[in-house]
């Protein structure tokens, strides 16, 4: 069993930063491809940014998200970070992060079996 404990969000301004940690309870946390998705309210969850298993560091990015958003991962502190720079209103949502053991990464929420509580980001114009 995977525990995953979201920190980080908040209120910003448009133009903001926030980085987002969620910490992973597994003793085995190396060997699980994480990512973060988000849903905004009335909308599905949607993907955002993804990394791959150990010390691969293959990531994968929304679109909607290139360029502003970098996805990494501390594996000796059992922590995945989102780093959310250029903060637009529309990236308002609640923002999971989700684990799955396996190379990754995975852009489909579909297959990750393990998921946070979530952190509320809200972007202010």
């Known amino acids: 069993q995977v525990q995953l404990v979201e920190s980080g969000g908040g209120l910003v301004q448009a133009g903001g930063s926030l980085r987002l940690s969620c910490a992973a309870s597994?003793?085995?946390?190396?060997?699980?491809?994480m990512g973060w998705f988000r849903q905004a309210p009335g909308k599905e969850r949607e993907f955002a940014a993804a990394i791959s298993w150990g010390n691969e560091r293959n990531t994968a990015n929304a679109d909607s998200v290139k360029g502003r958003f970098t996805i990494s991962r501390d594996n000796a502190k059992n922590t995945v970070f989102l780093q959310m720079n250029s903060l637009k209103p529309e990236d308002t949502a609640v923002y999971y992060c989700?684990?799955?053991?396996?190379?990754?990464?995975?852009?489909?929420?579909?297959?990750?079996?393990?998921w946070g509580q979530g952190t509320q980001v809200t972007v202010s114009a």
């Open positions: 597994v003793r085995t946390f190396s060997r699980y491809a």
């Open positions: 989700a684990a799955e053991r396996g190379l990754g990464p995975y852009t489909d929420y579909h297959l990750y079996d393990y």
